[in-house]
């Protein structure tokens, strides 16, 4: 199975601020990488998929980047509805896929 | 508006069974395939199963090793339901599970993306 490791595994930042999130996996996924929010007893909600493309109705100033097995998730002007759990998925060994271990945005 | 409403869900005993239910509202369901993922409370989230759409009588169905051989998903396209029989649940059962519609037909190429979740529903498997 290919591992996905996210960094770090929360953080702390203010509103306003640039977020950076990084997910690597254990092996070369190409661009076959998705991120998802999930807010505190919510279900998640697809942010990114394809590595970089913007799902529909998701605010520009969240960005994703990377190939092979690194990859970035940046929120830029960190607003007070960021404040949640953000999760890595590849999608290279469907149907196996898997998730990061999450990272928790919270307000420093 | 997608809408995906998950039940079954309650406290069973180890070695006992439960069947969760997904209808599905809002979209072609035939055409797509769906996911159930887990989550522990607290804790990060777990691919389980999936299924395909399409015009089949006999759509692909996948497992995630920790259940395979125990759990059995399947869909009623009439009834935009799809549900995941579990057998002989075991403590490391516990957890809420999510339905997921996947942006796709099937569920073996590269890119597969889940683009609505619903709710989710608690399993407890404890004596």
């Known amino acids: 199975d290919i591992q996905m490791t996210q960094s770090p595994s929360s953080l702390s930042a203010s509103v306003g601020d640039r977020v950076t999130i990084t997910c690597r996996a254990s092996r070369s996924v190409s661009t076959y990488l998705n991120w998802y929010q999930q807010k505190g007893g919510k279900a998640p909600n697809l942010l990114i998929y394809g590595a970089s493309s913007l799902e529909s109705g998701v605010p520009s100033r969240f960005s994703g980047s990377g190939s092979g097995t690194e990859f970035t998730l940046t929120i830029n002007s960190l607003q007070p509805e960021d404040f949640a759990t953000y999760y890595c998925q590849q999608s290279y060994s469907t149907p196996l896929i898997t998730f990061g271990g999450g990272t928790k945005v919270e307000l420093k | 508006e997608v809408h995906l409403l998950e039940s079954g869900g309650g406290l069973v005993q180890p070695g006992g069974s439960l069947r969760l239910s997904c209808t599905a509202s809002?979209?072609?369901?035939?055409?797509?395939?769906m996911a159930w993922i887990r989550q522990v409370p607290g804790k990060g989230l777990e691919w389980v199963s999936a299924i395909g759409g399409g015009v089949t009588d006999n759509p692909g169905t996948y497992y995630a090793d920790s259940v395979k051989g125990r759990f059995t998903i399947s869909r009623d396209n009439s009834e935009t339901t799809v549900f995941l029989q579990m057998n002989t649940l075991r403590a490391e059962d516990t957890a809420l599970y999510y339905c997921?519609?996947?942006?796709?037909?099937?569920?073996?190429?590269?890119?597969?993306?889940?683009?609505?979740w619903g709710q989710g529903t608690l399993v407890t498997v404890s004596s």
């Open positions: 809002g979209f072609t369901f035939s055409n797509y395939a």
């Open positions: 997921a519609k996947t942006a796709g037909e099937n569920f073996n190429g590269f890119g597969e993306r889940l683009d609505y």
